[in-house]
Structure formats: structure tokens, C-alpha cells
């Protein structure tokens, strides 16, 4: 397992925009599915977006679609979630996670086997 760490989260008003990295020093992160979940306080953990290890493939939740934006930078070896139009309901600590099984894309929770401590996004009225 790798250890991933979570980066550019923030108090910002709604409409504003935040980039959200993930990244890793102990391996190359395109051996990794990557996802971003989210976790607001006494709900669920709940899937936001996953891109695949080379990256043409990507899926987003559909609360999130048109506003969110997953992408790699494999020359930084980190893992973006840009967020655009942001809404209060986007309040939640976001973590990142790995998976090295085989497949492209993965919105269940448990396909991922490595997890970052995750970073605060609150989004004020």
C-alpha cells in the first residue's frame, strides 16, 4: 500500500472554485486506479469521481457532473479534482484512494484498498 495525501481544500463562498491533489511519493500513481470520495458529517461515504491509470477513462457522480473534473499529471504523479460551481452541499472532507485491481473505473467504495486522511472543503452561503 502506498500512503496518498490530500491537498488544496478550503472555506470558499458558493460559485467559487477549488483544486483538490492527490499525490504519492512512494510509487507512480498511473499503477493505481484513483478515486475521490467524499464524507459529510453523519452520512455516508459517497462516490464523487474515478479516472483510470492512463487516464482516457473517467466517470463522475452525477451530483457532481459538469461542475467536477478528474485528471492525472503524470509527470507530477498527482491526481486532480478541479471544482467548479461550488454549492454548499459540497461541504465534506474529500479523500482520495487507490486501487490496483484490474479494471478501468470503480464507484464502490470497496475496490479501493489505499486511502488518504482526506481534506476539508466547506462551502458558505
Known amino acids: 500500500q502506498v500512503e496518498l495525501v490530500e491537498s488544496g481544500g478550503g472555506l470558499v463562498q458558493a460559485g467559487a472554485s477549488l483544486r483538490l491533489s492527490c499525490h504519492t511519493s512512494?510509487?507512480?500513481?498511473?499503477?493505481?486506479?484513483v478515486g475521490w470520495f467524499r464524507q459529510a458529517p453523519g452520512k455516508e461515504r459517497e462516490f464523487v469521481a474515478s479516472?483510470?491509470?492512463?487516464?482516457?477513462?473517467?466517470s463522475h457522480a452525477d451530483s457532481v457532473r459538469g461542475r467536477f473534473t478528474i485528471s492525472r499529471d503524470t509527470a507530477a504523479n498527482k491526481v486532480y479534482l478541479q471544482m467548479n460551481s461550488l454549492r454548499e452541499e459540497d461541504t465534506a472532507v474529500y479523500l482520495c484512494?487507490?486501487?490496483?485491481?484490474?479494471?478501468?473505473?470503480?464507484?464502490?467504495?470497496?475496490?479501493?484498498?489505499?486511502w488518504g486522511q482526506g481534506t476539508q472543503v466547506t462551502v458558505s452561503s
Open positions: 484512494a487507490a486501487s490496483d485491481r484490474s479494471g478501468s473505473t470503480f464507484t464502490n467504495p470497496t475496490k479501493y484498498d489505499t
Open positions: 512512494e510509487a507512480s500513481l498511473r499503477s493505481y486506479v
Open positions: 479516472i483510470s491509470r492512463a487516464g482516457g477513462s473517467t
